[in-house]
């Protein structure tokens, strides 16, 4: 699978999908939608833990998988960004990680293989979730930790396991904001590579968090990227948190220090004032073409706001370049 990915990102850019929750978001679920079938009688409000869908309403997951394949995307990520217990413990639905992983990884893979006219990837992705190992939550106790190294692994080995076994292709270590994270999550995938002898390739993507150009945690970009590299990673990149027009700068730092792949999937701009995402597919494919004609990637999607619109016009401009040459 490596080999096989490796070299079809020597010969063109691949397209990553957009964003599962503004798709999600066009149905307009209730509290019902996120119970059927298995959590009817939850003590917890679970609506919005769109993590759930792949099990209570699997065939909206499948038509969003199966609308961003046709818009052209090449690889797919699954519906676990919060598919650890830590980020399910907000639900107390701990036990039900290994499930949710799993069915959104099953869910994902049989949509891919509907698809026969060019290979077709789906990777497995792993949120940041919502506690940092290296910032105190409480401002009178700087040294206090939500969550320590180890009980990150521990979250972290229980979904590469899952999504693994629903038959993911590559792991996406996304959104991250806090490289320790990262890190704990890479150790994990490591672990559990080395304990089943079998290796897929891997995606990192950070989040810079503001226009200073830093992660939530301090990191600049160089920085971010000189502290994964002792990994050997499919491809480093950016995502969420800014439009494309403000992630060029940081994507020319990876461009010119990374020997991995690029990648990139910004916003469709920044939230307005009502939490949406106003560029259309347009304006966002116009911003998008400064990273092509540059040659600063080799993987380009789409995160907060984006829809199959949206990745069809960035699959369209992708199509007439030439990906980033890092070997």
């Given at each position: 699978m490596k080999e096989n990915i490796e070299k079809l990102l020597s010969e063109r850019i691949l397209v990553l999908d957009g964003a599962m929750g503004t798709m999600i978001q066009r149905h307009k679920l209730e509290e019902i939608d996120f119970r059927l079938g298995a959590f009817e009688n939850?003590?917890?409000?679970?609506?919005?833990?769109?993590?759930?869908?792949?099990?209570t309403r699997p065939e909206i997951i499948k038509d969003i998988h199966r609308q961003y394949f046709q818009a052209g995307a090449d690889i797919v990520e699954t519906n676990t960004f919060s598919g650890t217990w830590i980020a399910q413990a907000d639900y107390s639905l701990e036990d039900a990680v290994y499930r949710i992983n799993f069915e959104s990884a099953k869910i994902a893979r049989e949509v891919a293989d509907e698809f026969t006219d060019k290979p077709r990837f789906v990777a497995g992705s792993i949120g940041p979730t919502?506690?940092?190992?290296?910032?105190?939550?409480?401002?009178?106790?700087?040294?206090?930790?939500?969550?320590?190294?180890?009980?990150?692994?521990?979250?972290?080995?229980?979904?590469?396991?899952?999504?693994?076994?629903?038959?993911?292709?590559?792991?996406?270590?996304e959104t991250i904001f806090d490289t320790l994270?990262?890190?704990?999550?890479?150790?994990?995938i490591d672990e559990v590579y080395e304990e089943r002898g079998n290796r897929l390739p891997i995606m990192v993507s950070g989040t810079i968090t503001d226009q200073s150009g830093r992660t939530l945690t301090g990191q600049t970009t160089e920085a971010f990227l000189i502290s994964?590299?002792?990994?050997?990673?499919?491809?480093?990149?950016?995502?969420?948190?800014?439009?494309?027009?403000?992630?060029?700068?940081?994507?020319?730092?990876?461009?010119?220090?990374?020997?991995?792949?690029?990648?990139?999937?910004?916003?469709?701009?920044?939230?307005?004032?009502?939490?949406?995402?106003?560029?259309?597919?347009?304006?966002?494919?116009?911003q998008i073409k400064e990273f092509l004609e540059e040659g600063l990637v080799n993987i380009i999607g789409g995160c907060c706001g984006t829809t199959p619109e949206h990745i069809k016009a960035i699959a369209d401009l992708a199509s007439k370049y030439q990906p980033r040459k890092w070997k």
């Open positions: 939850h003590d917890k409000p679970l609506k919005g833990n769109n993590d759930l869908l792949s099990i919502n506690r940092t190992a290296s910032i105190s939550p409480d401002v009178n106790d700087p040294g206090f930790r939500a969550i320590s190294f180890d009980e990150l692994v521990n979250a972290y080995k229980q979904q590469v396991e899952a999504l693994m076994d629903g038959g993911v292709d590559l792991m996406l270590v994270n990262a890190k704990a999550a890479l150790f994990a994964l590299s002792h990994i050997p990673l499919l491809s480093i990149g950016l995502n969420c948190a800014l439009g494309a027009n403000l992630m060029r700068p940081y994507l020319q730092i990876l461009n010119e220090k990374a020997d991995f792949a690029v990648s990139a999937h910004p916003n469709a701009g920044l939230p307005n004032e009502f939490g949406k995402y106003d560029e259309t597919p347009e304006i966002m494919a116009e």
